[in-house]
C-alpha cells in the first residue's frame, strides 16, 4: 500500500539501536532544498544533509553522550551524528528507505 507523504505524519526508524522519529518530505521539497544550496553548480552536501535533518527529525530515544548516559532530544546536536547514521536518516526522509513504521498506529 502506498502512503501519501504529510507534513503531519510521525514516522520511526531504529538506528544502531537508537529509536529516530521523522517526516518525510516530498520530491519537490528535496528539489528546493538542493537548489537552495547549490551554487555554481556545486552542491553543499553537508548543508542539504543539516537542513534535512534539522527540519525533519522529529525526536529520538536511546541516544547517549559521550559519557554514556542518554540525552534528550537537540535538533542542535543532530550533526553530531556518525555520518552513517545521518546518511540513513536523511534516506528515510526523502525516501530511499521504504521499510517505515507509522508511529502513530502503535
Not at 541516544?63 to 552513517?84: A, C, R, S, T
Amino acid at each position: 500500500m502506498i502512503r501519501l507523504i504529510s507534513k503531519d505524519e510521525k514516522l520511526k526508524i531504529e538506528v544502531e539501536g537508537s529509536i529516530f522519529y521523522y517526516r518525510r518530505i516530498t520530491t519537490v521539497d528535496a528539489i528546493e532544498i538542493k537548489r537552495k544550496h547549490t551554487l555554481k553548480n556545486e552542491l553543499d552536501s553537508v548543508a542539504i544533509t543539516q537542513e534535512i535533518l534539522e527540519e525533519n527529525i522529529l525526536g529520538w530515544d536511546s541516544v547517549v553522550g559521550e559519557d554514556g548516559n542518554e540525552i534528550d532530544f537537540d535538533k542542535n546536536l543532530l550533526m553530531m551524528l556518525p555520518d552513517k547514521v545521518l546518511t540513513k536518516l536523511a534516506s528515510a526522509i526523502t525516501g530511499d528507505i521504504l521499510d517505515v513504521e507509522d508511529c502513530e498506529k502503535k
